[in-house]
């Protein structure tokens, strides 16, 4: 059975930092690209960061700079580091993990992030 766990969410004022987490199980997790989407209320679901099985990365233009995506292979985690935060940053935040070239994505439950003063 394959699981994404995110956590590390929560409530923080703007210009702070928050750090996500998200633990993969079920897979042969050093294989596949993994990434980190939000979702705000009444908008869609976006990439915020990507990271291939090589560790290239890749950022939504909004968080460029703020945010970093890394991995841990050997503990089959995947993190995103969010700096700088602002109120637009607000949403909740999925995990995600595919094999291209397969179009099947697993997706964790999500964890709320809110920037608020």
């Known amino acids: 059975q394959v699981q994404l766990v995110e956590s590390g969410g929560g409530l923080v004022q703007p210009g702070g930092s928050l750090r996500l987490s998200c633990a993969v199980s079920g897979i042969s997790f050093s294989i596949y690209v993994a990434g980190w989407y939000r979702q705000a209320p009444g908008k869609q679901r976006e990439l915020v960061a990507g990271i291939t099985s090589g560790g290239s990365t890749n950022y939504a233009d909004s968080v460029k700079g703020r945010f970093t995506i890394s991995r841990d292979n050997s503990k089959k985690m995947v993190y995103l580091q969010m700096n700088s935060l602002k109120p637009e940053d607000t949403a909740i935040y999925y995990c995600?993990?595919?094999?291209?070239?397969?179009?099947?994505?697993?997706w964790g439950q999500g964890t709320q992030v809110t920037v608020s003063s």
């Open positions: 995600s993990s595919s094999r291209p070239p397969s179009s099947y994505v697993y």
